[in-house]
């Protein structure tokens, strides 16, 4: 049989059109209903099904966004011997926070190499869910509060992944914006909102990344479960942004047959615990029920024939008819580009003359936290990694120090889930503190107590924060060293915003360093010691407090006691809604200090026809090597329709030694002067006068220039 195969695929092969498609059409055309079906859903865990008979492989999946997971064998049976140790690299977050698409192609390459030598076909990642409330558990995942930014990264992230020979996931289609009753809630958002923020990350994965698979979430979109949606997956998805590859269901995300045969699912995954301990594959939706309705004519096998020429069509692209790469395991190369995304990644927000230490200078060092020493990779949820290794901060600190400096640990707090502060604790961190020239407290917030899924606590899959308030009463223990000794650096670990309000005014030095992955600690020290002069940029705004955030100020977050999430803050996501409202953050949108400083002149904007060329110069104006991102936002003076006050439509990073200066140039192409007319159902470009605004943040805008349309 298979020899009469290969001779049909080779007859096929001398057809005109695609050969691929030749190959698929053919190969579909041996298939029985049966067969067809096996394919659109779970064989297991991890895997769907595959046609043996015609060499079709089971197509095998793992998460995650930031290191390949650890195996969970067939069907959650945890497979004890497995080697299943990755490289853990640094959080969405973090990678989002270096603002350099470069990094976000090595990051790609190094998960999908690791994919590749795990034997994974699709790596379920990257999370690419708009930052909409700092509350989200899933937010250390994700990258941003806006698109454009997540468009760039995602985009870097999806073809690294892709050129390793891997399939990337794009995650999670579309809005699931939190996780509380992720399962069940039901969002509505107006067409704008909907067209001008939470599409174009997908929208640019699929046509500038060229993603092969997206997951549908859990949540519903205007009634509908995104993961079978007419509107999201055939109408916009598949026709009008062309996607050709598969639509595969968040596990367990599937709920109608029907639905899932009409509005798009082209794979149901989704055994998990209740199944065990045998998964019946039989009861999925999208298995028997599809065969007997197929049989009695009330589904046209057509339905799907197009399912399965989308996941065989990803299989050819992923050569798995062929000789795929053998990948690798945490090399060398692998860790050197952790480091550098963590290093990149890591945000300086406040800096009053402390920072950089000098090594020779610096005799003594209190290192307070939990986090100091806390390991982070195996928490989260799905995006766990079973880490090769992953250096703390205390063990950067100490490597870097190598025995010219004395260090002095102490705990601070305890990780427990009473949270309630611990007065001896206390004390040790104070004592320790006033005994030494520098504190380096490390605190923030944490995934899980343990790895495991039910011990989640702040950053964490399947529930939100309950606040932005550090837990384990580190605000008291903030505040009684910062008293102790005023040259605290303060470095907090975790995925977004924290209420700081009760003792910023007393910290001179403040890093963000998100969940900087295994070489996180390592890097960390470097940027304190100044061998790396920090560059990272928030990615999300931080406000001073919950009911600053335009999600929380309208009360439009979690949803209503129907599960009904309105929301209503539409455009204003973000700095969007802080600008445009005149609202103070603590840190805004783009934020992130150096040890150098930059000067922006000459700007230049030249227009021709519908595009923009906005030229400038940066020079390093400090006294060390740094790296500068410029970022570049438009604001419509003269609209017609409610637009937010700016939004970021260019960026770049640029690495400067001191004295040198760069001239930049970038394109701002019709698209960053558009809005969505929901009437027109289209993206118009309103003729008037445009502010295009250059500068380091969101908010420390440098040059200024208008344009007229
Ligand atoms: C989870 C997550 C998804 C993950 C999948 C498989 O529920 O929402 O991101 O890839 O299931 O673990």
């Known amino acids: 049989m298979l020899l009469s195969l290969m001779l049909l695929l080779l007859a096929c092969s001398t057809n005109k059109q695609d050969p691929t498609e030749n190959k698929i059409d053919s190969l579909i055309s041996l298939m029985t209903l049966e067969e067809k079906v096996n394919m659109v859903h779970a064989s297991s865990s991890f895997t769907s099904g595959g046609v043996e008979r015609l060499g079709i492989p089971e197509w095998t999946m793992s998460d995650g966004p930031h290191g390949v997971r650890k195996e969970h064998g067939r069907d959650w049976v945890a497979d004890s011997d497995a080697k299943d140790s990755a490289s853990y690299l640094p959080t969405g977050i973090t990678l989002a926070a270096t603002w350099n698409s470069d990094l976000g192609y090595a990051f790609g390459k190094v998960l999908g190499s690791e994919a590749n030598y795990r034997g994974k076909d699709v790596i379920l990642g990257p999370g690419i869910n708009i930052m909409r409330t700092p509350l989200n558990g899933r937010n250390f995942e994700y990258l941003s509060e806006d698109p454009l930014l997540i468009s760039k990264m995602a985009v870097g992230c999806i073809k690294g992944i892709q050129d390793q020979g891997v399939a990337a996931c794009v995650k999670h289609y579309l809005a699931n914006n939190q996780e509380y009753e992720r399962n069940f809630v039901n969002v509505e958002m107006s067409e704008r909102t909907l067209r001008e923020i939470y599409l174009p990350g997908f929208k640019a994965a699929v046509q500038e990344g060229g993603a092969l698979t997206l997951m549908g979430s859990y949540n519903k979109f205007r009634g509908q479960y995104c993961t079978h949606h007419e509107y999201l997956i055939n109408k916009v998805l598949k026709e009008e942004y062309g996607f050709k590859g598969a639509v595969i269901s968040d ?61 065989l069509r990803v299989m050819f692209k992923t050569n798995m008819f062929g000789k795929r790469a053998p990948g690798a395991l945490n090399t060398p190369e692998h860790q050197a580009i952790a480091l550098k995304i963590a290093e990149e990644g890591i945000v300086l927000l406040k800096n009053n003359a402390i920072l950089p230490l000098t090594k020779a200078s610096t005799k003594s060092i209190a290192v307070i936290g939990a986090n100091a ?86 950053d964490s899959e399947g529930q939100d924060k309950p606040s932005m308030n550090l837990p384990f009463a580190q605000d008291e223990l903030i505040a009684a060293v910062l008293k102790a000794n005023p040259n605290t650096i303060i470095v907090l670990y975790g995925g977004g915003p924290v209420d700081m309000t009760k003792w910023i005014d007393n910290a001179k030095s403040i890093i963000h360093a998100g969940y900087p992955g295994m070489e996180g600690g390592k890097a960390l020290a470097k940027i304190i010691f100044g061998e790396v002069n920090p560059s990272g940029k928030l990615t999300v705004t931080f406000p001073k407090k919950l009911d600053d955030s335009p999600a929380h100020v309208l009360n439009a977050y979690p949803g ?8 209503k803050e539409g455009l204003l996501v973000g700095y969007r809604y802080f600008d445009t409202k005149n609202v103070e953050p603590q840190f805004v949108f783009g934020h992130g200090l150096s040890y150098t400083t930059f000067g922006y002149s000459d700007l230049t904007l030249a227009k021709s026809d519908k595009m923009v060329t906005v030229k400038l110069t940066v020079k390093n104006t400090g006294h060390v090597a740094g790296a500068e991102v410029v970022q570049v936002y438009v604001k419509d003076e003269q609209a017609s329709v409610e637009r937010p006050d700016k939004e970021l439509k260019a960026f770049t990073k640029i690495f400067l030694n001191p004295g040198e200066s760069k001239d930049v140039s970038l394109v701002l192409n019709e698209d960053a002067f558009q809005y969505y007319d929901d009437v027109k159902h289209q993206f118009v470009l309103e003729a008037g006068r445009f502010n295009i605004q250059v500068g380091s943040s969101s908010r420390n805008i440098t040059l200024k220039g208008d344009i007229e349309f």
């Open 251 to 311: 596990w367990g995300a599937v709920h109608n047959t029907l639905e899932a045969l009409k509005f798009g699912t082209d794979v149901e995954m989704g055994t998990d615990l209740s199944m065990l301990p045998t998964p019946n594959y039989h009861n999925f939706f999208m298995a028997d029920t599809v065969i007997s309705l197929v049989k009695s004519g009330q589904v046209q096998e057509s339905l799907l024939d197009d399912k399965v020429r989308r996941i």
């Open 373 to 458: 020493t806390r390991k982070h990779a195996g928490g989260g949820g799905s995006s766990q990694v079973n880490a090769k290794y992953e250096i703390t901060p205390l063990e950067g600190l100490t490597s870097l120090a190598d025995g010219g400096i004395t260090i002095k640990y102490a705990e601070g707090y305890r990780i427990v889930k009473d949270g309630k502060a611990d007065k001896k604790l206390i004390e040790e961190a104070v004592k320790a503190a006033a005994g030494a020239e520098v504190a380096i407290y490390v605190g923030g917030f944490i995934h899980g107590y343990s790895d495991s899924w039910n011990d989640n606590a702040f």
């Open 560 to 567: 209503d006691s129907s599960l009904n999430e309105e929301y």
